[in-house]
């Protein structure tokens, strides 16, 4: 299918299609008029509906869903995500999926540099800020500390605490609860990408010291010859001492790069000094990398560019490094976690294991295309007065305008163009990219910028060519990881297995399957030996015995591919794993001595046919015949990033890492790390669901493509999600017909607050909540309400009588309840919600362990009526319903990037219409969980409850 740019019919296709949910202010108005088509997507190309059913336009995102997307729309690895049944129910017990979770800590050790690291995977990146606030809150070294420190410019998430860190007025003023103000200190910004410096080690020397007598003298050495960038800098730190030195703050939040601030640079020398500086005051530095981690930049971590060093040349770490977008879920990174994991969503840890995979091994890629991009760059400021300061690193790129009352013109131009960009900061346009961009699409980005410039500078109206060799074939993808996952189900025998693969050889490339055994292997030795040194150099090329000894085999599999005069053009075979004991780091794995277990010796195509993805496709052909005839595993040796290409296809079977062997090839070529890898060849149907929030475990396999690609419900939704979303509207309060989505618990909670907030003018921030109830423990707020801490203005009560007390003060702005509702009577809570008005104050409810024993709202059952209410369904979904009088309908007060996940929400609905038994409530203590009960007892994993199937 060719690709199209959009036109009006997408447009107005979805504007009729978003009316409905705009109807009666049921969500905000403040959705992109266009609709997702998910399944068409690929590389940068965003796939939308038009009216004619499989014939999609196609938007050129150039944010990359904001810096979601790494590797584009339905990257090959991503599919991975679906090859594992813990990512379709969300059973984070499942034995699997643990390997997975421990597997990623360890890339992320890796890439690091820190074998302490620990991962607590959360929902998103706002969460995973609040979440290493509240830890350093927790284990901060001075115990009067309360206050937060950032950077102007910056941003930092819409939760409450991350929103007040959060620079631009606008954003963080409407919500401030006065006495939790952060104290923002000035940023050194450069405008130049070229931000690594040369350091002078007396310069560490300093800042390591800071209380030292001769502190200042030494600093007016460095004043005394500083340029104006290091005049900034040396402000900045000055600033930063006199802040550590009061005594009030117990955490700093630092951006790398300041992204939506506006691209806003800053060096090495800078970052080092800080680090010192916070560190010798104890105050603990939290690196949000929600952005620019996971090679935004050149390195993994952006802040690892900056190669932070004390003076004696030791690496310095940062106490949290935290992560999100390209991560696909919110991550802390940490020595010292108070708690792991107990809110998280399975299918989106998985997808982002498989992302950060394919983005190490595309590092030299990332710098090719940041190197052709500076280049396009350049030429386009040179060429127009009006803008200004390129920068460009790895993936992202941005340049300024000098009037920023031009910036609406280039943003209302951009979809003309069929592109996709946001504006950063004042006056920045800013872009990020994926691995999935071409030259070719490269030339199209910036002949289009020129364009709108030409529209906005000159009054010019030109039409531009538009050329892309890109011909979208996604369908394939998906409809090979049906048979696949059939065949991990069991629901597919041998012979539907090759019939289905040779159907689809003969008709996509007039290829024919076969195998190759002990009857025809001569025929086709002298062809494998040709493969063989056509494709690899001799130090690569695999013995002809070893092919000889698995075609002899009974319990081997190899197959091949004939062109329609019987060439052989493609070879695909794997042993059984314990007949290759001489393989470099074979016998130190798992499952060496399983019978049932087969090693990848090679998968191969001749040069000629090498398109299309035939050499993907072979390796589906044999994965999903091997799993029909009952084999297990599947393992293979990659060589780091000499087969990146073929560690993504073996990362879209479900690849998990098992072991890296280093310095394996003893040659002179660089990257000599192998890197071996196993897939499962059967789902295990491990029956013990457990978790600390509500777990879903019913699986939605009709939305592959919301569980492949994560984007921005922000700004884009699909006819599933408001499916989805008008379903539960069905089932709530007539009165609570007003929606958010959120991407968790503790978000559903801040959202809910910020829009009573907000309604209420500000008059009173005071919650109130009952003792031992539950609202989330990954935000200030649902922190405080949960009694974890007390941070925000509280209170507790024990019982109705203590409620009705607190309420008589009239100072609280809301009551919560959470887990207790069902010890009070509907006319209890109707009492309660009476006199709480009587007293100004809202009732917000958490129905989420109600929801899941009973698929149904405890406020709709018995004709209660709160302000408003909530379910967490679990993983990164969850839906406020709010009163019209606490309803905050402007569009974009409250956003989150995410706003959800699909898939998760796609999950929700099929348990409340599916016949799967509703979930068991237990209590806590009685429940031996695996995964994350290591917390201390004054914190750690209090969820209150458990739900099992």
């Known amino acids: 299918m060719e690709v199209k740019l959009i036109s009006n019919k997408s447009h107005e296709h979805a504007k009729k299609k978003l009316s409905s949910m705009y109807q009666d202010n049921f969500t905000p108005a403040e959705k992109k008029e266009y609709i997702p088509a998910h399944n068409f997507s690929q590389g940068p190309y965003f796939a939308m509906e038009t009216d004619k059913e499989g014939q999609p336009e196609y938007l050129l995102d150039a944010a990359s869903q904001i ?19 813990s990512a379709w129910t969300g059973n984070y017990q499942d034995s699997t999926f643990l390997e997975i979770a421990h597997s990623f800590e360890k890339l992320l050790q890796r890439k690091a540099s820190n074998k302490k690291l620990k991962a607590v995977y959360v929902n998103s990146g706002a969460e995973a800020n609040e979440t290493a606030l509240i830890m350093a809150y927790k284990s901060r070294y001075n115990k009067d500390a309360k206050k937060i420190m950032a950077f102007e410019g910056s941003f930092h998430g819409r939760f409450l605490s991350t929103l007040f860190s959060t620079w631009n007025p606008a954003k963080r003023e409407p919500y401030q609860i006065p006495g939790h103000e952060t104290t923002f200190i000035k940023y050194p910004e450069t405008k130049s990408d070229n931000f690594i410096l040369q350091l002078d080690n007396e310069w560490l020397k300093l800042w390591e010291n800071p209380y030292a007598k001769d502190f200042d003298t030494k600093l007016d050495k460095f004043k005394s010859n500083a340029d104006d960038l290091l005049k900034s800098e040396i402000d900045s730190l000055e600033e930063l001492k006199q802040t550590f030195q009061s005594g009030e703050h117990f955490a700093i939040l630092v951006e790398p790069m300041q992204c939506e601030g506006g691209d806003r640079y800053s ?40 190669n932070l060093k004390d003076s004696q040349g030791n690496q310095l770490n940062p106490e949290f490094i935290t992560c999100a977008k390209k991560a696909q879920s919110g991550i802390v990174l940490t020595e010292n976690p108070l708690w792991l994991n107990n809110e998280f969503q399975t299918s989106s840890v998985i997808r982002g294991y498989y992302q950060a995979i394919a983005l190490d091994q595309n590092r030299l890629k990332i710098k090719e295309i940041q190197d052709y991009t500076k280049e ?65 699409d490269i030339d199209y980005l910036f002949n289009a910028i020129d364009e709108i410039a030409k529209r906005v500078y000159k009054g010019e109206h030109n039409q531009i060519e538009f050329k892309t060799k890109k011909e979208v ?73 070893k092919f000889e000894k698995i075609a002899k085999c009974d319990d081997s599999l190899a197959i091949g591919l ?36 087969l090693y990848m010796l090679d998968t191969t195509i001749v040069k ?82 457990l978790s600390s929030s509500p777990i879903l475990n019913t699986p939605s396999f009709n939305d592959m493509g919301t569980l492949v690609n994560k984007v921005c419900l922000s700004n884009f939704i699909d006819e599933s999600f408001m499916s989805n979303m008008k379903h539960f509207k069905a089932i709530a309060p007539k009165e609570l017909q007003h929606f958010f989505s959120a991407s968790g618990h503790s978000e559903c909670v801040d959202k809910i ?71 009070f009577s509907t006319q209890e809570l109707n009492e309660i919600i009476e006199y709480s008005h009587k007293n100004a104050t809202k009732v917000v409810f958490n129905e989420s362990v109600y929801f899941h024993k009973n698929k149904k709202m405890l406020s709709a059952e018995n004709g209660i009526t709160p302000d408003a ?77 458990f739900f099992t199937c």
Request: glycine share 6%; hydrophobic share 35%.
């Open 67 to 85: 810096a979601t997307l790494g590797l584009g729309f339905n990257a090959t690895p991503l599919f991975g995500t679906l090859m594992h049944q």
């Open 473 to 545: 074939n996604i369908q394939n993808e998906y409809k090979w990881h049906e048979q696949l996952i059939k065949s991990l189900q069991g629901k597919l025998d041998t012979k539907e297995a090759k019939s289905f693969s040779n159907e689809f050889f003969k008709d996509t490339f007039n290829a024919t399957l076969i195998d190759i055994d002990k009857d025809n292997f001569k025929k086709y030795k002298g062809q494998i030996e040709e493969i063989q040194k056509a494709i690899y150099e001799p130090t690569r090329q695999t013995e002809i015995e």
């Open 376 to 440: 396009k760059l350049s030429k386009l400021v040179s060429e127009w007065e009006q803008l200004s300061a390129p920068r460009c690193f790895g993936l992202a790129f941005a340049f300024d305008l000098s009037n920023k009352d031009d910036i609406p013109a280039f943003i209302k131009n951009r979809f003309d163009l069929g592109l996709l960009y946001y504006q950063a900061g004042e006056n920045t346009l800013r872009f990020r990219l994926n691995t999935a961009w071409t030259f070719t």
């Open 267 to 306: 060096t090495n020398r800078f970052h080092n000094a800080l680090n010192l500086l916070a560190k010798s005051y104890k105050v603990a530095v939290i690196y949000d990398e929600v952005q620019t981690g996971f090679h935004l930049g050149l390195d993994f971590f952006w802040h690892r560019t900056f």
């Open 562 to 597: 004939l062109s329609e005069d019987e060439e052989l053009i493609g070879i695909s075979f794997a042993g059984k794993i314990s007949h290759f004991p001489h393989e470099s780091g074979l016998r130190l794995l798992k499952h060496f001595n399983n019978p049932k277990a």
């Open 869 to 945: 209410s909530y379910i967490h369904f679990g993983g990164q979904i969850g839906l406020c319903m709010l009163k019209d009088e606490v309803y905050e309908s402007k569009p974009l007060m409250m956003i989150s990037t995410w706003d959800g996940d699909a898939y998760a929400l796609a999950q929700a609905y099929q348990y409340l219409t599916s016949n799967t038994p509703k979930k068991e409530f237990k209590c806590f203590e009685d429940i031996s969980y695996e995964f994350g009960l290591k917390a201390p007892s004054d914190f750690g994993n209090s969820g209150k409850w």
């Open 753 to 823: 607050y910020k829009s009573i907030l907000i309604k209420n003018g500000k008059k009173r921030t005071k919650v109130l909540s009952l003792d031992n109830d539950y609202f989330g423990k990954q935000s200030f707020m649902s922190a405080t309400l949960s009694g974890k801490i007390d941070f925000y203005p509280n209170a507790k009560a024990q019982s109705l009588a203590d409620l009705k007390e607190e309420l008589d003060k009239g100072e609280y702005l809301a009551l919560f309840i959470g887990d207790r509702l069902e010890e």
């Open 608 to 689: 000629k046919r090498q398109t299309n993805g035939m050499g993907k496709y072979l390796k589906y052909a044999l994965s999903t015949i091997a799993a029909s005839s009952g084999f297990e595993y599947i393992y293979g040796r990659n060589r780091d990033i000499h087969a990146g290409a073929m560690l993504s296809i073996n990362c879209s079977l479900g690849a998990i890492i098992e072991t890296i062997l280093e310095e394996n090839y003893l040659d002179d070529v660089d990257f000599r790390d192998v890197i071996i890898y196993r897939q499962n060849l059967k789902w295990n149907n491990e029956n013990v669901k």
